[in-house]
């Protein structure tokens, strides 16, 4: 199941569905410029996730995250994979079967937050922001592909701080990705972004 579930995670980056765009009023417009220097200044993001799926499905892993364009999902026992981002590509890693596949990184809505610097005029259009109950709700689509998909991102107001991401599949099917006891601003090993395609690997043939 959780092998299913990672993949389904994969598939959520890259194909979740469009949102409807709306006019923001000047304090919605604020708190986005407020959002948007929060997610410019977040320049690394390291922790723990925890993923639920509508369909009842869980799993959960470590985090790391650096912008521009870096991120690692490692899924705990008993899943046998990750998803690395690095050098504008997604890289889907079976452990158990050593398969891996490769798509660009600029076909997924979470690319938002890998961008070096984030422009909601220029790159990405916010369709939906929301505000109630110290829960702040930011949907964006990509401005110049926005039927590539959306993603919600969740913060908290006070502090200020990224909670969890959701993001909705082709077939209805909801997956939020919950951030656990997240550091902003940590260094990262640039190990944590290295990989070797198995069928390359030298050391396991």
């Not at 993949?7 to 304090?27: C, D, I, V, W």
């Not at 959002?35 to 996730?49: A, P, S, V």
């Not at 077939?171 to 190990?191: A, E, H, P, W």
């Amino acid at each position: 199941m959780l092998r299913l579930v990672s993949f389904t995670l994969f598939a959520f980056l890259l194909f979740a569905p469009q949102g409807q765009a709306g006019t923001l009023s000047a304090e919605k417009q604020a708190l986005a410029e407020k959002l948007r220097t929060y997610l410019n200044e977040m320049k690394t993001l390291t922790g723990n996730f925890a993923q639920i799926s509508s369909n009842g499905a869980y799993a959960d892993g470590k985090v790391y995250l650096a912008r521009p364009g870096q991120m690692r999902l490692i899924y705990n026992p008993p899943s046998q994979t990750e998803l690395i981002v690095r050098s504008g590509t997604i890289i889907y890693h079976d452990k158990e079967f050593k398969q891996v596949t490769y798509y660009p990184l600029n076909a997924t809505p979470l690319a938002v937050l890998l961008q070096e610097e984030l422009s909601f005029d220029k790159d990405v259009e916010i369709v939906d922001l929301s505000q109630a109950s110290g829960v702040i709700e930011l949907t964006l689509v990509d401005r110049e592909d926005p039927g590539m998909g959306s993603v919600t991102l969740i913060f908290s107001d006070a502090p200020l701080e990224l909670r969890k991401w959701s993001v909705i599949d082709a077939q209805g099917i909801m997956t939020q990705v919950s951030l656990l006891n997240s550091i902003m601003g940590r260094k990262i090993d640039s190990k944590y972004f290295d990989f070797v395609d198995p069928q390359y690997d030298q050391r396991n043939n």
